[in-house]
């Protein structure tokens, strides 16, 4: 039998909400990760540790944390640790995508991103997470959960993403519309 953890992709969401700003004010704001801390859940914001910020190619060091709550029962990593990204896309008024990468420094299959399409009165600010195959920190995750804690597991945390889009979002348009 196949684990669920095998399964590509792992986890594909999406969430989008309308703001009243242009495509390039908003991209300003969400390609600026350092101000991450203002708007995610989990990530307290961070530094830009090569390249030019913002730019393809560039790596984000990000500092998260998370809290005891937070799908309680599995062995998450909890409190402060730091994760590295690069940037993968970065067209201005439009997309801006980064890659999470191992410890190692190596690509995974773990994409976090937001695209901005004009709208009437405005734009609509899309946020998507992608994962194709687990990770190397969800693989450590599972690997002594049997195969149902292993699906509630994969149910959870696509729950917790889903909502951590959505209150991502939320504060974005807040920031950006000043309420």
């Known amino acids: ?49 090569s390249g030019e910020p913002s730019a393809v190619g560039s790596v984000f060091r990000g500092l998260n944390l998370r809290s005891e709550e937070v799908v309680a029962w599995a062995p998450l990593i909890r ?17 801006f995508r980064w890659m999470m990468l191992s410890h190692a420094g190596a690509d995974q299959q773990s994409v976090w991103g937001f695209d901005v399409e004009p709208a009437d009165g405005g734009s609509v600010l899309t946020h998507h997470f ?32 889903a909502q951590d889009l959505a209150d991502t979002l939320h504060r974005i348009k807040g920031i950006i519309e000043g309420s």
Do not use: N
């Open 1 to 49: 039998m196949t684990s669920i953890i095998e399964k590509s992709p792992l986890f594909d969401l999406r969430a989008d909400v309308s703001v009243r700003a242009t495509p390039e004010e908003i991209y300003a704001v969400v390609s600026d990760l350092p101000r991450s801390g203002e708007w995610s859940p989990e990530c307290q914001g961070g530094e830009w540790i």
């Open 79 to 95: 409190g402060e640790w730091h994760t590295d990204s690069r940037v993968t896309a970065a067209e201005p008024g439009r997309t």
């Open 130 to 161: 992608r994962m194709g195959t687990a990770t190397a920190g969800i693989h450590e995750i599972v690997k002594d959960l049997d195969e149902t804690a292993r699906a509630k597991f994969v149910e959870e945390w696509t729950a917790k993403l």
